[in-house]
């Protein structure tokens, strides 16, 4: 059998309010990403894009269709079990970084594994090892305003890996850098893609970053367009390159306490964590 794909979506629809005030923001779409398959999705302001990644993150439910994270359908769990599935299996990436102030960058990367359970000794020297894998080996020790904007959102990206997640969702990432430090990032998340066969689903307004993806998608009209998939070299041009309509704003997540909220309670399913990691 196929290993289970990290997002199988069906039919989804999403509309919000009802009466003349009903807006329906997705309207019957279909995705599937494979392991190992970096998707970019476009698409102008009030697209939906946002509303996607939501459903997605378990952060808000459909109004109909189907979402399946690595075989997992979303619509059977609880809402503290969509939150644990988050933490758990997803690495959520954000325009801002997120992290907190009062903790070193190697404290920040530890938190998903301390708040999962994995003992601290592990847990310092998983968060020193997705350091390492980012760049960031000599900044461990500083905290979050001792670093530049780059490098916080590489210490949120190590925080988002360290889980090894089976989905990585970043919601613009580079929206607050200056186009060096975005250049960096998006290097980074391919080279995380090819060397750790890491799915990603990357939410952007810049063309120039979603070609580094294996697929781009465009939101328009509450569906999924793929431009002409039968030829990968067309992504490009396919995009038509206007700038004006490629640009949207940042994406508002809920606020990030409940992204980052702590469930109790195990999964459906789950396995138990490996020997000697549970504390
Ligand atoms: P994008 O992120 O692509 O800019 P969104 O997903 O934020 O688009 O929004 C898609 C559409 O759904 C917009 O018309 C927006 O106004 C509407 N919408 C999004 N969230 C809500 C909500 N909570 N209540 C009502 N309408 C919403
Ligand atoms: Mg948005």
Avoid: C, Y
């Amino acid at each position: 059998m196929s290993e289970a794909e990290p997002v199988s979506i069906r039919g989804l629809t999403k509309a919000f309010g009802t009466g003349a005030g009903r807006v329906e923001a997705l309207r019957g779409l279909d995705l599937t990403v494979r392991p190992g398959e970096f998707v970019a999705i476009m698409g102008t302001s009030g697209s939906g894009k946002s509303t996607l990644l939501h459903l997605l993150a378990g952060l808000d439910r459909p109004t109909s269709g189907s979402i399946l994270l690595g075989g997992t359908d979303l619509a059977v769990l609880s809402e503290d079990e969509r939150a644990l599935l988050r933490r758990r299996r997803l690495g959520l990436i954000f325009q801002s970084f997120h992290l907190l102030d009062t903790l070193s960058a190697q404290e920040n990367v530890a938190l998903p594994l301390s708040i999962a359970g994995v003992k601290a000794r592990a847990a310092r020297q998983r968060a020193a090892g997705a350091l390492v894998r980012v760049g960031l080996a000599n900044r461990r020790r500083h905290r979050p305003d001792q670093l530049s904007g780059g490098e916080q959102q590489r210490v949120a990206i190590a925080r988002a890996v360290v889980i090894e997640p089976l989905l990585l969702l970043a919601d613009e990432p580079t929206g607050n850098l200056d186009s060096a430090s975005a250049t960096h990032i998006m290097d980074l998340l391919r080279r995380l893609v090819d060397e750790r066969r890491q799915a990603l689903l990357l939410v952007t307004h810049d063309a120039h970053h979603a070609a580094r993806a294996d697929r781009i998608l465009r939101l328009q009209d509450g569906r999924l367009i793929e431009p002409n998939p039968a030829n990968p070299e067309s992504k490009w041009s396919s995009l038509g390159l206007d700038r004006a309509a490629l640009l949207v704003p940042p994406i508002a997540w809920g606020a990030s306490s409940t992204v980052f909220a702590q469930p109790s309670g195990s999964l459906p399913g789950e396995k138990a964590p490996p020997a000697g990691e549970a504390a």
